[in-house]
T-cell receptor, first 117, second 108 residues
Framework: GAVVSQHPSWVICKSGTSVKIECRSL??????MFWYRQFPKQSLMLMAT?????????EQGVEKDKFLINHASLTLSTLTVTSAHPEDSSFYIC?????????????FGPGTRLTVT | EDKVVQSPLSLVVHEGDTVTLNCSYE??????LLWYKQEKKAPTFLFML????IEKKSGRLSSILDKKELFSILNITATQTGDSAVYLC????????FGKGTRLHILP
């Protein structure tokens, strides 16, 4: 149980275009999902917390107009990187937390590797 | 500022050796400390530590937390090549704050 999927697993796009990444909890409902970014040999950095039916909470330094997050249902959150630039190239990982779970209880998706050319 | 610092950043040992990975933390409202193993993709959960001095074990892996000194260690005994990975430590307050990880490479 507690499987989280992401799609696509990797994507290459041209500078200036937008890319949407999906995060789905397959066998549980997730009231809260998290989006992380990981640069090579760096730690996971929390970008934003996504709560179903409400606006995402962004971490300091993360541009909410650039990284659009939508958590329209209890099993799906999407991250759209708008007007992507090469510096946005990174590994994006989502995690999902079941209802009533402790804050530590997160199940990670497999990640999406974004390359912007 | 909340932070989690892991050491060493990288480590290369021979199969069969024992390794100790370190994690120190400074967070405002500490609740627990987590260890993850990250291979090619997303991290997989290893341990959650909440209380000081109580060792958690899973096979050849064990971990302990010292809430007074604000650190934790992860031990791996009789290492195998399959243990090669990045080991992430994370402190939990209202969110999870990750360290940069220790990149462990086990030589056959």
């Amino acid at each position: 149980g507690a499987v989280v999927s992401q799609h696509p697993s990797w994507v290459i796009c041209k500078s200036g275009t937008s890319v949407k990444i999906e995060c789905r909890s397959l066998d549980f409902q997730a009231t809260t999902m998290f989006w992380y970014r990981q640069f090579p040999k760096q730690s996971l950095m929390l970008m934003a917390t996504s709560n179903e039916g409400s606006k995402a909470t962004y971490e300091q330094g993360v541009e909410k107009d650039k990284f659009l997050i939508n958590h329209a249902s209890l099993t799906l959150s999407t991250l759209t990187v708008t007007s992507a630039h090469p510096e946005d190239s990174s590994f994006y990982i989502c995690s999902a937390r079941p209802p009533l779970a402790g804050s530590y209880e997160q199940y990670f998706g497999p990640g999406t590797r974004l390359t912007v050319t | 500022e909340d932070k989690v610092v892991q050491s060493p950043l990288s480590l290369v040992v021979h199969e069969g050796d024992t390794v100790t990975l370190n994690c120190s933390y400074e967070v405002t409202n500490f609740r627990s400390l987590l260890w993850y193993k990250q291979e090619k993709k997303a991290p997989t959960f290893l341990f959650m530590l909440t209380s000081s001095g109580i060792e958690k074990k899973s096979g050849r892996l064990s971990s302990i937390l010292d809430k007074k000194e604000l650190f934790s260690i992860l031990n791996i005994t009789a290492t195998q090549t399959g243990d090669s990975a990045v080991y992430l430590c994370a402190a939990v307050d209202d969110k999870i704050i990750f360290g940069k990880g220790t990149r462990l490479h086990i030589l056959p």
